[in-house]
Structure formats: structure tokens, C-alpha cells
């Protein structure tokens, strides 16, 4: 049954810590195409992300006249971030810290249950390197075929399908570089300049930028990102402990391995026969046999091979599997998985994801669409007018955070027989009106003159009041009024 059906492959784990040696050239890997559950989950995976990243600049979103109609855009001429039905300007980028901070406590969550399952699926370095080796596989031929033709000379057909693959793995960079700058202009428009050759410098550089690092990364550097470049292995083990999930080589059932014949009894050896398919489609070069390593992404392809192999051999399947540290130390193929989602490590994990998406969210609803700023001059610090009042001048910033236009009322309180107006303009009684165009920033001089006797001292503490005449939204900003002393 053995002998007929299953592979005995010649191949080493490169990665190996003893196999890696820091002054040889590096050792190429060819990983075999694997077939099983977790490498359709894989193929879904990449599907998706792809389609998301590719697809998000088109989407198109109504914000009315004044706004782009891009779904998600960061535009830095305007210096907005645009997110469906989220606007947020650059004194709000505390928001992008609260995504940043949610971003890394879901990843230290997800590791705590599943190990790197981000790194197996989701990482971009693993979704365009699983792209990159479709592309290889589809032009060259699996593992064995291209092998072969690593080792072969120098003729019209290798180079030809060399000239392919990495054709195609150019087209998939420009892609990829110009699917990202989509992403900071307005898509439609962007593309008909790109092709026209009327875009920015930048927008060129930027595209060519990406192209050249998904090329290196993803097709040439490939494991060598995550081994040597990647932070996230290094940090990833304070993140799990014996309750983890995560792909484990069974060793109390599989050991002492060794090669087995069709016929031969199982008892007193291991389901293990040594065949290295969960080697051969180890895209690390690893071997998962030698237990959790650095290098070890999670991608499960490990335990698709050995599965097919268990099939094969009519034994229980789970040789490898995702199991806890405990786990790999029980020989029963039929014991149940015991899995403790809910332990200290997690719920601390949890309690801080679910406050930090709290007051981020209550923030987020809660929001101000009025933005004020009140600057009092310091040059001179006050004025003495001709009929003896004083005068203190102003710079009075209104934010209309919303697409239409608005007009706002400016009122001071604090101050007795105040007159105040806008520069250029005559002396008015308070209030006084004042338009803010469409999502924009407005600037106004404002003087405000007082009698020197109602002064109570050198610095009167008053109110700048602002109020949206549509919706009474209002905010006050605290300044002083400075005059001499008395």
C-alpha cells in the first residue's frame, strides 16, 4: 500500500537551523503544490484580500458637490482620509492611532488563539509570494519539473519560460504598484493621466517603487522576508503559551519513524513514514517535525500533505495537525481537541479591544463637525484707541467639517461695553455673522475694543462663542483680553 502509493521525496528543510549556513548562497526552495482543506482556505484567502486591495479605489461614494465621490482616499492636497461615510481631517489622527493600536491587540489575540495564522493567510508578503508561486507552477511545472529545470542548460525553451514568468511577475508588481496610488487620488482620473502620461512625477516613481519591491519580495526574496526581515517572529512567541493553537507534528504517535511496506504491522513503531511530502510543500523550508520554529508561518499546508499521506495508508489522520503544546505529546489519534479559547491571556486581549473600539466608537459618533480656534496677538498685546478704550486683535479659525456651506454666529462674553468686528469692516454690535464655505477652513481678524475703565485688570478672562445658526452646534473657546495696568 505504501510503496505504491506514496512518494518517498529526496528533499531537506533548507531552513533548518543546522542546514543554514550565514556565508553560503542562499539554497532556493521549490515548494510541491499541496491539495487538501487548509490550502482552499489559502486560495479563498488570497482571493479576497486581492479583491479587496485591487477593487476598494473604484468604489464610489457620494459626499455631494464639495467632496470626492472615492469610497476610501487619502488625500494629501486636501489633507483628508476619506472612509465610506468617515472624513477625518489632521488633527484627527489620533483615529489612525486607535486603528493602529486596535490592529495590534487583534493581532496579539489572534496569535494567543492561532498562532501566526496572520502570517499563514492574510500577510500581504504571504498572499502575493502565494501568487508568485501560482504563476511559477503555471509557466514551469510543479516541484519536480522545475528542479529540473534549475539543473538544466542554457536553451530557447528554458529562457523562454524564464522571460514568462517573470513577465508576468512584472505585470502582477505594476499592478500592484498602481493599484496602491489609486488609493490617493481619484481613481478614474488617475488612470487615464497614467496612460497619458499626464500624471505627477510622483505618482509614476511611487508605481515604479512598488513594482520593483513586489517583484524582490514576493518572486526573488520570497521566505527570506519573513526569516530575516520580519519583526513579528521574534515578538510572536511572548504572544502564545501551552493553549495556543497551532500546527504541531504529533511526535508521541509518529515516532520512532522510518519507512514502512505494505503488510507490515504498526505496533511498536510510528505512524510516521518518513516520506518528507510534509517537507516538500513547506513553502519555509522547514521541517514541522522538529517541532515549533521561528521560520514557521502556520500556512497548514504541512498538515494537507501528511493527511493525503494518512489517507493513503489507511491511518487516522492528525499526524499533523493544529493542537496545542500538550497536544503533540498524546499518541491517541481519536482523542478530542481540547481547546480553551477563554483563559487570562485572551480575556485581557478581549477587555482591551473591546475599550479601546468603545471610546473610539463613542468618539467617532459623538464628533464635532465645527472645529474652533481662537489666537489672541501677541504683537502688539493690546492697543490704545484715540478715545481712550483698548483694543486686542484676534485670528478666529472656523472648521466646517461638512459639504455644505454654513453660517456662524460670533459672540464675546466676559467683557462689559465690548464692541467688536471683523477686519476691514466698521465696528458692529455683537453678534456678528460670519459664512464658512463647504468642508473648509476659514480665517477671520477679529478686534475687540473695550473702555479702559471696565477693565478689571491687566488680563480679563472672556469667551469666544461660535454657534451654527442651522443647528445651534456651538463651541467656546476660552482666550484673554490684555490692557494695561491699573
Request: charged content about 25%; proline content about 5%.
Amino acid at each position: 500500500m505504501v510503496n505504491s502509493s506514496v512518494e518517498n521525496i529526496d528533499v531537506r528543510p533548507v531552513n533548518k537551523k543546522e542546514n543554514r549556513a550565514l556565508f553560503e548562497k542562499r539554497e532556493k526552495i521549490q515548494p510541491k503544490k499541496a491539495r487538501g482543506n487548509f490550502r482552499r482556505l489559502k486560495w479563498i484567502i488570497m482571493g479576497v484580500t486581492l479583491a479587496i486591495y485591487y477593487i476598494t479605489p473604484w468604489i464610489r461614494w457620494d459626499r455631494g458637490e464639495s467632496g470626492p465621490d472615492q469610497a476610501v482616499l487619502v488625500d494629501l492636497a486636501r489633507e483628508r482620509f476619506y472612509f465610506f461615510f468617515i472624513e477625518l481631517w489632521p488633527q484627527e489622527v489620533y483615529y489612525i492611532t486607535g486603528l493602529l493600536i486596535l490592529a495590534a491587540i487583534s493581532l496579539f489575540l489572534v496569535t494567543s488563539l492561532f498562532g501566526r495564522a496572520w502570517c499563514g493567510y492574510s500577510c500581504p508578503q504571504t498572499v502575493w509570494t502565494d501568487l508568485f508561486i501560482f504563476v511559477e507552477r503555471m509557466v514551469e511545472g510543479d516541484r519536480n519539473a522545475r528542479l529540473k529545470l534549475d539543473k538544466a542548460p542554457t536553451s530557447v525553451s528554458k529562457f523562454g519560460k524564464r522571460l514568462l514568468k517573470h513577465s508576468i511577475w512584472i505585470v502582477i508588481g505594476v499592478l500592484t504598484g498602481g493599484a496602491w496610488v489609486f488609493y490617493f487620488a481619484d481613481a478614474p482620473t488617475l488612470l487615464r493621466e497614467l496612460f497619458t502620461f499626464e500624471a505627477p512625477v510622483i505618482a509614476y516613481s511611487s508605481v515604479a517603487v512598488l513594482t520593483a519591491t513586489t517583484y524582490v519580495f514576493g518572486g526573488l526574496m520570497r521566505e527570506q522576508v519573513c526569516t530575516y526581515m520580519c519583526p513579528w517572529p521574534r515578538i510572536q512567541g511572548a504572544m502564545v503559551d501551552e493553549d495556543t493553537l497551532t500546527v504541531t507534528y504529533h511526535s508521541a504517535r509518529g515516532e520512532p519513524r522510518g519507512p514502512h511496506k505494505k503488510g507490515e504491522s504498526w505496533t511498536d513503531r510510528g505512524h510516521c513514514i518518513d516520506c518528507n511530502q510534509c517537507v516538500a510543500v513547506c513553502p519555509m523550508g522547514i521541517d514541522i517535525r522538529d517541532g515549533l520554529q521561528l521560520e514557521c508561518i502556520t500556512c497548514a499546508l504541512c498538515i494537507d500533505a501528511c493527511n493525503d499521506v494518512m489517507d493513503k495508508i489507511d491511518l487516522p489522520r492528525g499526524l499533523i495537525g493544529y493542537d496545542t503544546h500538550a497536544g503533540q505529546f498524546d499518541s491517541n489519534p481519536e482523542r478530542k481537541l481540547d481547546i480553551r479559547f477563554i483563559r487570562p491571556r485572551t480575556i485581557a486581549y478581549g477587555l482591551i479591544l473591546a475599550l479601546v473600539g468603545a471610546v473610539m466608537l463613542f468618539t467617532l459618533l459623538n464628533r464635532s463637525v465645527l472645529d474652533v480656534n481662537v489666537i489672541r496677538d501677541r504683537n502688539p498685546l493690546f492697543v490704545t484707541l484715540s478715545d481712550g478704550s483698548i483694543r486686542n486683535g484676534y485670528t478666529v479659525k472656523i472648521l466646517n467639517k461638512i459639504h455644505e456651506t454654513r453660517q456662524f454666529q460670533i459672540e464675546v462674553v466676559g467683557l462689559k461695553n465690548a464692541q467688536a468686528w471683523i477686519e476691514s469692516g466698521p465696528p458692529i454690535g455683537l453678534p456678528m455673522i460670519v459664512t464658512v464655505p463647504a468642508d473648509a477652513l476659514s480665517s477671520y481678524k477679529l478686534f475687540i475694543s473695550a473702555p479702559a475703565q471696565n477693565l478689571p485688570g491687566k488680563t480679563s478672562d472672556i469667551d469666544v462663542v461660535v454657534t451654527d445658526f442651522k443647528s445651534n452646534e456651538r463651541d467656546i473657546q476660552e482666550t484673554s483680553f490684555k490692557g494695561p495696568e491699573k
